[in-house]
């Protein structure tokens, strides 16, 4: 893989030495974001290799791809609507960690801080809820809590506190 760039089209341009390489590097790529398209897939780690600041400077845009790419890698997106929101939670992440460096600068202002922490704060917040949005995507949602203020028994009824499952019944001989 040489150097990806942005066509104008919104797709990255990866150069290889054969189309074998190429499709095997495609097909790997594919897979770690979840959609079926090769455009789609170098589209979102192109949009991961842009929202990278923190090591902007230090890496090449072929290695930030490859980042991006292990990154998302772990996140395990099944499609490209998780993908999608693998970059949204990658950038508000990144966006965050450089307000919270902002906030800490030396000869920072109290307002400017006060600010910084304010925006971070913000983001933070967001990845919470983009946490919680992954969760429901991929069917992980935590057990519903219900909380019961009054209860009423009248004569001869009954009521059960805890946990309820309702599960097979028990089947005697005979039955089938």
């Known amino acids: 893989m040489k150097e990806p760039k942005d066509d104008g089209k ?3 341009i990866i150069k290889v030495k054969t189309r074998a390489e190429r499709a095997e590097l495609m097909k790997r790529f594919c897979k770690i974001t ?3 398209t090769e455009s ?4 979102i780690l ?3 290799a842009n929202m990278q600041r923190w090591t902007a400077g230090g890496l090449t845009e072929e290695e930030r791809v490859h980042a991006g790419a292990e990154l998302i890698a772990e996140l395990g997106p ?3 609507t998780e993908a999608f929101l693998c970059v949204q939670m990658f950038s508000v992440h990144e966006a965050a960690l450089l307000f919270l460096q902002r906030a800490t600068a030396e000869g920072q202002t109290f307002e ?3 600010a910084n922490v304010l925006r971070a704060t913000r983001l933070m917040r967001l990845f919470t809820e983009q946490l919680e949005a992954m969760s429901k995507l991929k069917g992980k949602v935590g057990q519903q809590k219900v909380t019961v203020e009054h209860v009423h028994v009248h004569d001869g009824g009954q009521a059960i506190v805890g946990a309820v499952s ?3 019944p028990d089947r005697g001989e005979g039955d089938k």
């Not at 789609?40 to 589209?43: K, Q």
């Open 46 to 48: 192109l949009q991961m």
């Open 166 to 168: 309702t599960g097979k």
């Open 112 to 114: 400017g801080a006060d």
């Open 10 to 12: 919104g797709e990255a």
């Open 78 to 80: 099944a499609n490209a």
């Open 34 to 36: 979840g959609t079926t």
């Open 40 to 43: 789609g897939a170098e589209r």
